[in-house]
């Protein structure tokens, strides 16, 4: 239970809310590089934070970033022509370039003054494991971008599907650290099998577990959190333990167990109060497929399963094309896709969930975890302190999500440190 006060702290982005003051003290992947991958191409409307923005490939593929509304009457670039190096918006011709200065104002005299007096505000960038990163706090703050541990170097083989959901930030983050559900929402995709590990192949995910009930433990660390799960295995459930131990890497970015073919890791980026920009992603092993493969696994295929503005096509309003003759046939929730099951829970609570109303038991330990760690990070930014994650001593190279059947005397936490050391 949170008080009202807290969930406040916690779920609202907007403006100058303190969670809005610490994201922004960190690089915040902004979009997908495919979406702006043309040079003079369709400029796209970035929406962050409760802020709006343009993105742009200009002519020679140097990337923009700029605040969406001319400062000439505030009509929007986005409709501009990108063209020539610049972007010009449509109303009276001025245009502007990937570095926000004014190199052309077709409605002024010849040689005015102004072009050198008006400069619209650009935003440093970086492109990284399939993700446009911006800087959106003040530049003189600004740190060395540093990879996320889901794209330690660029050769890293990276796929994402992405949703627009109509849900707060703070219940999406809930649902990819809730390792709890996953044996209840997910116990037709993620199916127990006498297998070694979790493994994966293109029908499903396997776990070497039928425990449906597991017991959780928690640690704070410099950079967020981690949490196990434990469960009784299939195998040897007198001797030993099935671990999933989730990593919680403030403020975006979630790594969740991986598989025999690919590591797994959520992305998750505040659009406004109520709406989240969701990134589910596959990376850094043996077999990562391919991005369409991947889409297509989750059901999350543009034109197919989202808009072209990643809208989900399963809302409230079709009950999320939910089929009771599957359930009644052995399906358990009669939705396809491991996102858009969860999506259907997260949309059903509410555009922003009022935690104060909510019963939780011994299964959501990360949950509360979370909910204080970020609530007490947002009051210490309101308070003047740093960011939390600003100051980690832990490379992000070297944070992975961890899985696997061990002796019941092993402690979780030395499977972590020791794996952090051999890195």
């Avoid at 995709?189 to 297998?195: D, F, I, K, L, W």
Wanted: hydrophobic letters at 35%.
């Amino acid at each position: 239970m949170l008080s009202p006060e807290d969930n406040d702290l916690l779920t609202k982005v907007e403006g100058n809310a303190p969670m809005a003051q610490l994201m922004r003290q960190h690089w915040t992947p902004v979009c997908l590089i495919e979406e702006v991958a043309e040079p003079d191409g369709k400029p796209l409307r970035v929406e962050v934070l409760g802020e709006k923005y343009v993105a742009f490939r200009d002519t020679e593929g140097r990337l923009g970033l700029l605040d969406e509304l001319c400062p000439h009457r505030k009509a929007s670039l986005v409709y501009g022509r990108n063209e020539e190096c610049g972007l010009r918006c449509l109303y009276h011709g001025w245009k502007f370039d990937v570095e926000g200065n004014t190199v052309a104002m077709s409605s002024e005299p010849e040689g005015s003054p102004l072009m050198n007096k008006v400069k619209q505000r650009a935003y440093p960038t970086r492109e990284w494991g399939g993700f446009v990163w911006a800087w959106l706090g003040d530049k003189a703050d600004m740190p060395e971008f540093q990879p996320p541990a889901f794209a330690p170097t660029a050769e890293t083989p990276v796929s994402i599907l992405k949703i627009r959901i109509p849900a707060n930030w703070a219940q999406v983050h809930e649902g990819q650290i809730d390792s709890a559900h996953s044996s209840s929402l997910h116990s037709s995709n993620m199916v127990p099998a006498r297998v070694e590990g979790a493994a994966a192949d293109d029908k499903s995910w396997y776990r070497p577990s039928t425990d449906k009930s597991p017991r959780m433990q928690t640690e704070t660390t410099d950079y967020g959190f981690h949490y196990v799960a434990i469960r009784k295995p299939i195998k040897n459930s007198a001797t030993h333990n099935y671990l999933r131990i989730t990593e919680f890497v403030a403020p975006y970015y979630s790594l969740i167990p991986p598989n025999n073919n690919y590591k797994v890791a959520s992305v998750i980026v505040p659009i406004n109060d109520e709406e989240t920009a969701f990134h589910f992603i596959a990376f850094g092993g043996p077999n990562v497929p391919a991005t369409d493969v991947w889409r297509k696994f989750a059901h999350a295929e543009p034109g197919v399963d989202v808009d072209d503005k990643w809208r989900c096509l399963r809302t409230l309003e079709n009950d999320f094309k939910q089929d009771r003759q599957r359930m009644k046939d052995g399906h358990f929730t009669g939705i396809d896709g491991i996102p858009n099951e969860d999506i259907a829970m997260w949309v059903s609570m509410g555009a922003r969930v009022q935690r104060h109303t909510d019963i939780l038991g011994a299964s959501d330990l990360a949950i509360v975890e979370f909910r204080r760690l970020m609530a007490d990070a947002a009051k210490e930014v309101a308070e003047g302190g740093a960011a939390i994650g600003t100051r980690s001593k832990v490379p992000q190279a070297l944070i992975a999500s961890h899985e696997g059947v061990y002796p019941k005397e092993t402690d979780w936490r030395t499977l972590v440190a020791a794996r952090q050391a051999a890195e």
